[in-house]
């Protein structure tokens, strides 16, 4: 069974609440973690309020982190915004892509943010932003929107 597919099978099933507010996914065969914080979800989509993909383990040979980042933002498509690649930090290891047009809503920004670090660690949210600090918010995805980014994110 591929990474998407046990995520697919795992979310079928799981409702969250006070005592299960996140999914943790671990696909041995591929060595990668997800874990998934939600508010609501359905037999359709979720409302998320971060997504994570880890590797279970180092690998030997990492690919180089802005190659990384910007296979992200070619073959991530299934956001409401495309990403692009706002900024690479080689010496802490970390590369941050942000939607490329981010939405309005009233006088407010909302956009995606992605934050890919050296070793494959991705991490998902998104916020809104205008008069005053940004904050974090809730997005929602289909099920299977989520497994394409989730795939997207781990190859």
């Not at 880890?54 to 030997?60: I, M, Q, S, T, V």
């Not at 980014?149 to 781990?154: E, Y």
Request: charged letters at 25%; one cysteine or more.
């Amino acid at each position: 069974m591929t990474l998407d597919e046990l995520l697919l099978e795992r979310l079928a099933d799981w409702r969250p609440d006070s005592t299960r507010p996140a999914l943790t996914v671990d696909h041995d065969s591929t060595g990668w973690r997800v874990h998934v914080t939600a508010d609501t979800v359905d037999s359709v989509g979720l409302r998320l309020r971060t997504l994570e993909a880890r590797r279970l383990r180092p690998l030997e040979n990492p690919t180089p982190l802005a190659d990384q980042a910007a296979r992200l933002a070619n073959v991530v498509t299934g956001l409401l915004e495309p990403l692009k690649v706002l900024e690479i930090d080689a010496d802490h290891g970390v590369a941050q892509l942000r939607s490329t047009s981010p939405a309005k809503c009233g006088e407010a920004l909302r956009y995606y943010e992605v934050l890919r670090h050296a070793d494959g660690s991705t991490f998902l949210s998104r916020y809104q932003a205008g008069g005053g600090p940004r904050e974090a918010i809730d997005f929602t995805l289909t099920h299977e929107a989520l497994a394409k980014l989730v795939q997207d994110f781990a190859s």
